[in-house]
């Protein structure tokens, strides 16, 4: 189910991702650092050497903090905000050994949520005058779901659950295993009454199934334009329809105009490409 709010990431959990990624990095210390005079200051900028929509820069922040506090940063830019080829994101100061560091630890989170972002942004653009909503999933990176789901609304789209546990997705094995539609959902209105309830249906057969058992949403798996059609109509409003399954450039639109009120797409997360930094002293 589409999350209420979008996905804000707390402090604590940014400083979980970033204490890990200095974890696997770092490890007992930056022996090329150790060149660098103790003293050494230097300064710099970070740029894009591509377009895209910025996003990150808690991450970025909590970097520098946690290697060196007396790194100062000044960011030009904001999360969400179109940059261009060229464009100096933020500017940083302080102890040279610490910049250099927390550089590919900073740049890495960066360049990922940024292109994260810059997807959606894309994506999001092919039908924005349609209604629909673009949802994310769970194929996210493991341990940085809240940030790539955070990148996703930044990026202009939605976010679908966050994990297992704040909505119940009732798929073809959970039918089977519970015995059927009707079983499952009626389960779950007992299990954990006010959850969300979402049932994956893979013909029109099963939709009537979902919508009997009075399912909040009904995700369309596979289902051809015709078949997306016909469930519309047949829903008639009385659950959501969330299309699923084989989403490209190609074919986003059209399923688009077939009414349906979302469509969640798994290369959102999974199949990002990372934007292009680069950091430089001057």
């Not at 610490?98 to 810059?118: D, I, K, M, P, Y």
């Not at 341990?143 to 679908?160: M, P, S, T």
């Not at 893979?202 to 051809?224: C, H, K, T, V, Y």
Request: with cysteine; glycine share 8%.
């Amino acid at each position: 189910m589409a999350s209420s709010n979008p996905v804000v990431p707390t402090p604590e959990q940014i400083r979980d991702n970033v204490r890990a990624a200095l974890t696997e990095d770092v490890g007992d210390g930056d022996i090329t650092a150790q060149l660098i005079p103790a003293d050494a200051v230097a300064q710099g900028r970070v740029i894009t050497r591509e377009p895209g929509i910025l996003c990150g820069s808690q991450w970025v922040d909590a970097v520098f903090a946690m290697v060196d506090p007396a790194i100062t940063l000044q960011w030009l830019k904001t999360d969400g905000e179109a940059i261009a080829a060229d464009d100096i994101l933020f500017t940083f100061a302080g102890p040279a050994r610490g910049l250099l560091t927390g550089e590919r630890s900073a740049l890495n989170f960066l360049q990922l949520l940024s292109g994260t972002a810059t997807r959606c942004q894309r994506y999001a653009s092919l039908v924005a005058d349609t209604g629909v909503k673009l949802l994310d999933t769970r194929k996210t990176i493991p341990g940085l779901r809240i940030a790539q789901k955070y990148a996703v609304h930044c990026g202009g789209c939605h976010n679908h659950r966050v994990g297992l546990y704040d909505a119940f997705l009732i798929k073809e094995n959970h039918i089977k295993a519970c015995g059927g539609i009707a079983q499952a959902v009626q389960t779950a209105r007992q299990s954990a009454p006010g959850k969300p309830v979402e049932v994956e249906v893979e013909s029109l057969d099963e939709l009537q199934q979902a919508l009997a058992a009075g399912a909040d949403r009904i995700m369309l798996d596979n289902f051809s334009l015709e078949d997306m059609r016909s469930a519309v109509a047949d829903s008639a409003g009385r659950a959501e329809l969330e299309a699923s399954g084989n989403v490209t450039d190609q074919t986003l639109r059209p399923i688009a105009e077939t009414g349906v009120d979302y469509i969640s797409i798994g290369a959102l997360t999974k199949d990002c490409k990372a934007l292009d930094l680069s950091l430089r002293l001057l």
